[in-house]
Structure formats: C-alpha cells, structure tokens
T-cell receptor, first 115, second 106 residues
Framework: NAGVTQTPKFQVLKTGQSMTLQCAQD?????MYWYRQDPGMGLRLIYY?????TTDKGEVPNGYNVSRLNKREFSLRLESAAPSQTSVYFC?????WGQGADTQYFGPGTRLTVL | QKEVEQDPGPLSVPEGAIVSLNCTYS??????FMWYRQYSRKGPELLMY????GNKEDGRFTAQVDKSSKYISLFIRDSQPSDSATYLC??????FGAGTRLTVKP
C-alpha cells in the first residue's frame, strides 16, 4: 500500500497563477483533509471531507477550493496564488470522522512557493 | 488563542536522557489526544494516542493526559539520536499544537 500520495512534491508559482494539488489514498478511508504548515504555526486545517460527497471549511479556507473527486481522491485548488500561500501542504486521511476514529495518516507534502 | 498550545522549543538533550514534551489544551470536549512525530521534510506520522485521562506506554514512549489541568505530556526514555524530530500534539477536531523540535545529541 502506498498510503497517502501527493503530487507535485515541489511547485513554484507566480502571483495570480492557479494550480491544483492532488491527493490520493489507498486505505479505503472515508475522511480526507488538507493542511498547511508554516514555521511557528504548526498544522492548520484548510478544508476537510468527512465522507465522499461532502466538504467543509477548516481554520484557514480563504483563497482555496477543494473537490472530493471520489472516495480515494481529494484535490486542493489555488485559484489566484498569493505570496501568503507559500507553505508546505499536507494531505491526510482517516478511517472516519469523529473522536477516536480520526487517527490521521499524512502524505509526504507539497512545498509551494509563490513569488 | 489556539485550542492546543505547545512550546516550540527547540529542545536539545544528550543521548540517553529522559525527554518531556508538553502541551496544554483549552477545549473540555477533547477526549482523544494524539502525538505525531515529523522528521525533517517528511509528513507527520502517528506515534501514540490516548483516551481521556491516564497513561499509555509503548516501548520507550509514554503518553500522559491530565484532564483536570488540561495538560498532555509525552515522555521519551533512553532517548536516541533517531528520536530527533518535531513532535506535535493534537486534540480532536484536528487541533494541532505548533510542534516541539527535539534534537538528541550522540
């Protein structure tokens, strides 16, 4: 099992450009998440999908959109990139949503730089 | 104020030392608490999780929760250079602490 995979691993964008970060999991998990990690800020939840067909905002959703394409795949889109979106982005999945069931498995991350 | 607060360190200890990593939380609804380990330029991986109050032991690692004081701790015995990583605590609803960077020197 590959676990959680993310593409691309690295990306450099210019301000105003758009891009989509891809995430896939092969653990038959119901819930998927997108985080960003910045120095001193820890992991901050951008969006999550508690189950296939649903998506909800997390702590820092502004400037992002998501799509739960199917049970395996959850993408994150930056419509008009800004330098403040320079960060490391992690996708994660868990068996289910809810206390005790949300042990998360993380992907390797995407390092994004917006110039 | 974040619902989970964690001292970012950095923390540097000699090999063999006992390490204590700590977090506080503010949300009384939290029942499950998790510790993740993150090596440099990698994704976090689950190290341990505990339910409610009490201790949980796994090899050299012990996780402790004190709900009365809203305090979460991770103890590492006989620390090894391979333990050098950032350790993140988390409560439910995906609330992560900022992470404590630990270096264990040979």
């Amino acid at each position: 099992n590959a676990g959680v995979t993310q593409t691309p691993k690295f990306q450099v964008l210019k301000t105003g450009q758009s891009m989509t970060l891809q995430c896939a999991q092969d653990m038959n998990h119901n819930s998927m998440y997108w985080y960003r990690q910045d120095p001193g800020m820890g992991l901050r939840l951008i969006y999550y999908s508690a189950s296939e067909g649903t998506t909800d905002k997390g702590e820092v959703p502004n400037g992002y959109n998501v799509s739960r394409l199917n049970k395996r795949e959850f993408s994150l889109r930056l419509e008009s990139a800004a330098p403040s979106q320079t960060s490391v982005y992690f996708c994660a999945s868990s068996e289910a949503w809810g206390q005790g069931a949300d042990t998360q498995y993380f992907g390797p991350g995407t390092r994004l730089t917006v110039l | 104020q974040k619902e989970v607060e964690q001292d970012p360190g950095p923390l540097s200890v000699p090999e063999g030392a006992i390490v204590s990593l700590n977090c506080t939380y503010s949300n009384s609804a939290f029942q499950y608490f998790m510790w993740y380990r993150q090596y440099s330029r990698k994704g976090p991986e689950l190290l341990m999780y505990t339910y409610s109050s009490g201790n949980k032991e796994d090899g050299r690692f012990t996780a402790q929760v004190d709900k009365s004081s809203k305090y979460i701790s991770l103890f590492i015995r006989d620390s090894q250079p391979s333990d050098s990583a950032t350790y993140l605590c988390a409560g439910w609803v995906r609330c992560f602490g900022a992470g404590t960077r630990l270096t264990v020197k040979p």
